[in-house]
């Protein structure tokens, strides 16, 4: 209903973007342990698969999207991000994931065109 | 649009040849208009001239807000320039500690967009990717893709390791019209 859309229609949402992250990586990694040969496929499909749901938004934006799987072996990870943008229009989600023998970690930023 | 004719006045052929010509190089982008009356007899009048500038001047205002591009391209090499001594002087010494690799990476980050802002690329927005971990014979790849214009956005990016950490930073460069 209308009166109960929050803020900004045209700012980024991540919370939209949070969700359909998530289903992009269970959808291409959700069943599988970790495998050398695998991953190049998999970091791709993730990424081409958020894009184009991202896309399905019809929202004004430019879209990077960054994802970093790793093997499980008890090794540590950060990952840090600094943006230079308009902060009322532009916006990012992280979504950390992981699974009996890997980690997943997605970045999604969005830049406004409008 | 036509000019027509001012019909109080025996009517005198004339003929209307628009040249347009447009310079589309990397820096700027100019054009040149030119309208020119092709008359049999008199020379033409002052009405006729005074719309054919009047057409000349929208077509200017309309070329004015045409979207134009950067004027200065952003420099990838002098991006990659920038991530290469950010890494290799922040992380040539180090071992790898959580608290220590935590701090760094938020450091580098800000850091390296901050070096990167001095290279003055005006209209262009920045994202700057900076992820630092530990050395421990496990498998890892990181991939990206993006969703941008490919005639003006583009993106550097650089990986260091040493015995005991590695650290991988991108920088991402999208104009903003």
């Known amino acids: 209903m209308e009166e109960f859309q929050n803020g900004n ?16 990586i269970e959808s291409v990694v959700g069943k599988d342990d970790y ?12 990424v081409e698969r958020c894009i184009s749901q991202l896309i399905k938004l019809g929202k004004p934006f430019k879209y990077i999207v960054t994802c970093a799987v790793m093997q499980k072996t008890g090794a540590g990870l950060h990952t840090a991000n600094s943006c230079y943008w308009d902060t009322a ?25 409008a | ?42 020379q033409p009048n002052e009405e006729l001239k005074m719309k054919a500038n009047s057409v000349l001047c929208e077509t200017e ?26 890494l290799s002087s922040f992380l040539k010494e180090e071992r ?23 290279l003055r690329t005006p209209r262009y927005k920045l994202v700057v990717l900076v992820t630092v971990g530990q050395l421990n014979g496990q498998g890892l790849e990181i991939g990206s893709r993006c969703l941008w214009d490919v005639t003006h956005d583009t993106f550097a990016s650089y990986s260091f390791k040493n015995s005991s950490l590695f650290g991988v930073a991108s920088v991402f460069a999208v104009y903003f019209e």
């Open chain 1, 89 to 113: 229009m532009d916006g990012s989600c992280t979504v950390r994931w992981e699974s009996r023998t890997m980690y997943c970690v997605v970045s999604v930023f969005a830049v406004s065109i």
């Open chain 1, 9 to 24: 229609e045209s700012s980024f949402n991540s919370e939209e973007a949070d969700n359909i992250v998530k289903e992009c």
């Open chain 2, 1 to 42: 649009s036509p000019v027509s004719p001012d019909h109080t006045r025996r009517p005198q052929p004339v003929k209307l040849i628009l040249c347009l010509s447009i310079n589309d190089s990397n820096d700027k982008r100019s054009a040149e208009i030119s309208i020119l009356f092709v008359c049999s007899g008199n």
């Open chain 1, 35 to 46: 495998s050398q040969n695998q991953v190049n496929k998999w970091t791709s499909g993730i």
């Open chain 2, 61 to 86: 205002a309309f070329l004015t807000c045409w979207p134009a591009g950067p004027t200065k391209r952003f420099p990838v090499s002098d991006a990659t320039a920038i991530l290469r001594e950010a």
């Open chain 2, 96 to 118: 790898y500690e959580v608290q220590r690799a935590r701090e760094l990476s938020l450091t580098l980050s800000a850091v390296i967009r901050e070096r990167v802002k001095a």
